[in-house]
């Protein structure tokens, strides 16, 4: 099969979802994030320490760069996708406080899931669920941090 033939059926095959591209491993596509619906919530052990997870298992990191509103944009937001919702996140299972989700208007529309006020998201790294390979790092800035049941930085 042609390279312009297999580039159409990824294209093709990937219509109507939304993938996250490892920027490091050219060619490796994670699984979809969701792309409609409200977000699901949880508390869980990660990699990088209790913290917060999508519903699909997903860590989810703060950016110490924001400063109540998403700043991580462009390439940024590549590496780091923010957790948008279609209305109000869930607080799902492991002790989430209901009372601290909520949303932040989107850098690029939308709207973002936020916990504590800390516009939250996925780094494409993570390929495993509880994978928490974005924790801590110094990246577009600032540091990343897996986000606790307060809504605070883990820093272990």
Same mark, same amino acid.
């Given at each position: 099969?042609? +390279?312009?033939?297999?580039?159409?059926?990824?294209?093709?095959?990937?219509?109507?979802?939304?993938?996250?591209?490892?920027?490091?491993?050219? $060619? +490796?596509?994670?699984a979809p994030l969701?792309?409609?619906?409200?977000?699901? *919530?949880?508390?869980?052990?990660?990699? $990088? $320490?209790?913290?917060? +997870?999508?519903? @699909?298992?997903?860590?989810?990191?703060?950016?110490?760069?924001?400063?109540?509103?998403?700043?991580?944009?462009?390439?940024?937001?590549?590496? !780091?996708?923010?957790?948008?919702?279609?209305g109000a996140p869930?607080?799902?299972?492991?002790?989430? =406080?209901?009372?601290?989700?909520?949303? *932040?208007?989107?850098?690029?529309?939308? =709207? &973002?899931?936020?916990?504590?006020?800390?516009?939250?998201?996925?780094?494409?790294?993570? @390929?495993?669920?509880? @994978? @928490?390979?974005?924790?801590?790092? &110094?990246?577009? $800035?600032? &540091? !990343?941090?897996?986000?606790?049941?307060?809504?605070?930085?883990?820093?272990?």
């Amino acid at each position: 099969m042609g +390279k312009a033939l297999v580039a159409a059926a990824l294209l093709i095959g990937a219509a109507g979802c939304s993938s996250t591209v490892d920027m490091d491993t050219p $060619g +490796k596509t994670l699984a979809p994030l969701p792309t409609s619906g409200p977000v699901t *919530v949880n508390l869980g052990d990660t990699t $990088g $320490g209790r913290g917060l +997870k999508d519903g @699909a298992g997903r860590t989810l990191y703060l950016f110490a760069g924001d400063d109540g509103r998403p700043t991580c944009t462009g390439a940024c937001a590549a590496r !780091w996708p923010p957790v948008l919702t279609e209305g109000a996140p869930r607080a799902g299972e492991g002790g989430v =406080r209901a009372g601290l989700l909520g949303t *932040v208007a989107a850098a690029g529309g939308g =709207r &973002q899931v936020a916990y504590a006020g800390h516009p939250l998201y996925r780094f494409a790294r993570d @390929a495993m669920p509880g @994978a @928490a390979s974005g924790a801590m790092l &110094q990246d577009f $800035g600032a &540091q !990343w941090y897996v986000v606790d049941a307060s809504g605070d930085a883990v820093r272990s």
